[in-house]
């Protein structure tokens, strides 16, 4: 399309599903470079993720081969106990998602004043986020996850 939108060159191709373009990069030699990833009906979940190269009339050549990004997506959400724990000055908190969604991670200390804040949209999977308890005093501290209407706390120790 041009900067208007109108349509200069379209090409279509045959699936199973829907593709969704998450960038396009122009190369120097005039080639076209796609990625983004594919859901296929009826389910909503993002199946597979792509990258496609064409060249400037949108021809491509047969995908080499294709990553099942869906493998590895957790079934639930879960909170894990922090590691290590007890912890000397840092200590990770891992969590899984099933789904996309706005991720809130908070610590507190024993008389309930947050002391660390985390708050980021995340795609379905594993992650994990990095305390640093450095400039805290040792003791008991509760970390919380809430996302899409979950909420979990669990407790971890300092220890200087």
């Known amino acids: 399309t041009d900067s208007l939108g109108t349509v200069l060159n379209q090409k279509f191709y045959n699936g199973f599903g829907d593709l969704f373009i998450l960038s396009i990069l122009p190369l120097i030699n005039g080639d076209i470079l796609y990625t983004g990833y594919a859901e296929f009906q009826p389910s909503p979940v993002r199946e597979d993720v792509y990258a496609l190269r064409t060249d400037s009339l949108l021809n491509a050549p047969p995908p080499i081969g294709i990553n099942n990004s869906n493998v590895n997506l957790p079934e639930k959400i879960i909170l894990y106990q922090n590691y290590p724990n007890p912890f000397n ?3 990770y908190i891992r969590y899984d998602i099933p789904q996309s969604s706005q991720v ?3 610590v507190y200390d024993i008389l309930g004043k947050e002391v660390f ?3 980021e949209y995340k795609l379905a999977g594993s992650y994990e986020v990095q305390f640093d ?4 005093a040792s003791g008991m501290y509760f970390y919380s996850l809430e996302a899409n209407g979950y909420k979990d706390v669990k407790k971890m120790v300092l220890v200087k």
């Open 133 to 136: 308890g450095t400039n805290f």
């Open 117 to 119: 804040s985390f708050n």
């Open 89 to 91: 000055p840092t200590t």
């Open 104 to 106: 809130t991670i908070k």
